[in-house]
């Protein structure tokens, strides 16, 4: 439809019809529902009522979804197609690494092929909008949603959100096989207090907008389609009804004209948070903060025609929301095809396709993160080996949002080691039980792999830990096997750091495989036996314990900064039982190559006047193995007129080596990349001494001083 149709249309509808299409609720409203995403809510809804409301979330199929279009638009009185929206987080039928995993493959371009993979799954399936990428930053592993994160720092998670919106909506989402993408959850969710979901994130000015709102704003810049509000309060208002941070920051400031949708229920939990006297009050606040709509709460449907009859909100504000709204099924194309993509044969074709699975494999061997290894990876095939742990076969492993993954497909580790190494000498105890059996197996391997964590039902929404240690019983069952053989692999499942420092210490490898997803566990295998080289790095540190939480690489000076070497220091900032840096931190990650950096060449050591300088390393592949290097490049500006991280990513190139192969990689150094926010919140850069690194990780010191010129 053109424009001018679409503000006909509006023009005809009545209030509660254009209220009507504020609302969003989920499947159990139409008599079926396969997933609760929230707590169950009765809305006291007439029988027709859902039926007439502009979107549905979490329902998916295509003969389901081409059925339930037809009952809305029949019941809708100018029969206005519904948008189907739903949780497609890392993946819809093929189960992709989770988004920790993702953040972990330093790897923006491989982040988009799979929400393109995803975008295709889910369209078929005729869904049109996925509440994805989840882009906040995440510092604090005792909140559970890490998993859905693409880590800690805002450098990277600006160019993964830009790529994963990227891989969904293409550049015209109402192509065939693209959807529109849904960011969340604005902002700052991934500061809640104590890492403890759905608690009040307390953070200046500066933080918000130097760290925690940079991914918001690349995806805004890269066109996402919807935004949606965070169950936290920001400034002590919960973000659903927070005017300044809908309509100043978001809307003005990074100019975002979408749809935004409330989290789920987030409009009424406005009167639990203690800010809005009641349903009406919260419907008031939230459609003047510019909340589009309202996910299953009945505040927009049960009050906001009153507030427009009584005066109290301008119809122009409902006829705001609803124009953004009719835009984006314009944009779809639903008023053409209100079907869009779903198509029973094409799911047949696409879901779980070979095409798929083989991604998901890639991902995972990209995604799969070496921290420590003394020599004893890779494996080989004569070697008797034994394989212990309840995690080395548990398909849960697919992440807590694979609400439409197929789990009896899920290949555990078990299951590839079998498919991949059948003449592997393997034995496997996938038990966590402490038995006389398994400690004799483990006893006459020569090496053993030991698979603990987390599954899936220990991260994601609400499930919070205050402590975050490696559980009692995996600790029991490393030192018991411990105690019968030294040679030790450990292999980490689960969607968020842990802290496991003794562990750490004693066992001979160390690997971190995440929620790998359905075909992940191939991956895996073959790293172990080393038709894979590892290149995942961390996308967010691993501390010493729960006390150094939120924690991130990119730490600051203090005005009594700790020295380099270990031991407690009186009068400085360090703690007296643990180091103040993580136990593995940011972009950290090994492989079974060596490759050599030289020294940082400069071209020039004064960047001035729109000038840029080039930085260069010369990478060597001094193995007999090709590998993929995630070169990372970090800036400090050493001093500003507020203080500044010891380091921040800045640039970051993967490139894959031959064996032997030597190859220079060039950074370009500009102002804007010096920019930052100021003493007065301007966004400046400002003259004055700077060094930066190339290298590995975040803790290389190769690196080079210039200095900026105004
Ligand atoms: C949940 C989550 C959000 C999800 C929404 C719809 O509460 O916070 O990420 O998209 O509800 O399922």
Redesign the pocket.
């Known amino acids: 439809m053109k424009i001018a149709e679409l503000e006909k249309l509006l023009k005809d509808m009545s209030l509660s019809e254009k209220i009507e299409q504020l609302v969003q609720l ?1 499947g159990g409203f139409f008599g079926h529902i396969d997933t609760y ?2 707590p169950v809510v009765d809305l006291k809804l007439t029988p027709d009522q859902p039926y007439r409301t502009g979107s549905v ?2 329902e998916h199929g295509a003969a389901h979804l081409k059925d339930l279009q037809d009952r809305m638009m029949e019941k809708q009185p100018h029969h206005i197609p519904a948008l189907f929206m ?2 497609v987080i890392h993946g819809y039928k093929t189960g992709f690494p989770v988004p920790i995993a993702i953040g972990s493959t330093f790897d923006p371009e491989l982040a988009e092929k799979i929400t393109s993979a995803a975008a295709k799954e889910a369209a078929a399936a005729g869904v049109h909008v996925a ?1 994805s990428p ?1 882009i906040d930053l995440a510092r604090d592993s005792r909140w559970g949603r890490c998993m ?1 994160s693409t880590g800690e720092d805002p450098w990277l998670n600006a160019r993964m959100a830009e790529s994963l919106v990227k891989g969904f909506q293409g550049d015209d989402f109402g192509k065939k096989g693209k959807m529109a993408s ?1 960011i ?2 604005f902002a700052a969710y991934g500061a809640v207090q104590g890492g403890r979901d759905y608690n009040v994130a307390e953070l200046s000015e500066h933080t918000l907008f130097e760290d925690y709102l940079v991914s918001y704003r690349a995806a805004v810049k890269a066109g996402v389609s919807m935004v ?1 509000t965070a ?1 936290n309060t920001i400034d002590r208002q919960p973000c659903t009804t927070n005017k300044r941070l809908l309509r100043d920051i978001l809307r003005e400031d990074m100019g975002f004209d979408g749809v935004v949708i409330s ?2 229920a987030a409009i009424s939990e406005s009167v639990t948070h203690g800010s809005s006297n009641d349903n009406g009050d919260a419907a008031k606040k939230s459609i003047e903060a510019g909340c589009d709509i309202d ?1 299953v709460s009945e505040c927009y449907l049960q009050n906001l025609e009153a507030l427009v009859n009584d005066g109290e909100v301008p119809e122009r504000l409902i006829d705001e929301a609803v124009m953004r709204i009719l835009v984006l099924k314009n944009k779809l194309g639903l008023f053409e095809n209100p079907y869009k993509d779903a198509s029973e044969e094409d799911e047949k074709e696409y879901h779980f396709c070979e095409e798929h699975r083989k991604l998901s494999r890639e991902a995972a061997e990209e995604s799969t993160v070496l921290l420590k290894n003394n020599g004893v990876l890779p494996l080989c095939e004569k070697q008797k080996i034994a394989v212990v742990g309840s995690l080395a076969d548990d398909n849960e492993i697919t992440g807590s949002w694979a609400l439409f993954v197929d789990k009896s497909q899920t290949v555990t580790l078990k299951r590839a080691i079998e498919e991949l190494y059948p003449n592997a000498d393997v034995t496997f105890v996938p038990s966590d039980e402490i038995t006389e059996n398994m400690l004799a197996a483990a006893e006459k391997a020569d090496v053993v792999i030991l698979a603990l964590g987390e599954n899936q039902t220990e991260s994601g ?1 609400s499930f919070s830990k205050a402590d975050i240690s490696l559980s009692k019983s995996h600790t029991e069952l490393f030192n018991a096997v411990y105690g019968v053989n030294k040679n030790i692999v450990t292999v980490l499942f689960g969607g968020r750091p842990l802290a496991f420092p003794e562990l750490a210490e004693k066992t001979n490898a160390l690997i971190e495989a995440w929620l790998p997803g359905s075909c992940g566990c191939y991956a895996l295998a073959d790293i172990l036996f080393g038709n894979v080289n590892p290149s995942g790095r961390l996308s967010m540190s691993m501390p010493y314990c729960s006390g150094q939480l939120p924690l991130s690489y990119a730490a600051f000076s203090t005005g009594r900064p700790k020295p380099k070497t270990d031991g407690f220091y009186p009068f400085i900032s360090n703690y007296m039982d643990v180091p103040n840096v993580p136990l593995y931190p940011f972009g950290y990650g090994l492989s079974y190559s060596e490759v050599k950096y030289s020294a940082v060449s400069l071209d020039k050591n004064v960047l001035k006047n729109n000038s840029k300088i080039k930085a260069s390393v010369t990478l060597e592949n001094k193995s007999d193995r090709s590998v993929k290097e995630a070169v990372q490049l970090y800036i400090r500006d050493i001093k500003g007129s507020v203080v500044r991280p010891l380091r921040e990513l800045k640039g970051l190139q993967k490139v894959s080596l031959e064996a032997g192969e030597k190859r220079t990689v060039t950074f370009e150094i500009t102002e804007y990349m010096l920019r930052f926010y100021d003493i007065n919140m301007q966004f400046v850069s400002e003259p004055g001494d700077f060094t930066l690194w190339i290298g590995h990780d975040s803790l290389t010191e190769n690196g080079a001083d210039f200095s900026l010129e105004k």
């Open positions: 989920h995403t929230g979330l979490g739903a949780d509440f989840m859905e849904c969340k959850h949606m169950f989290d789920y996910m929404e």
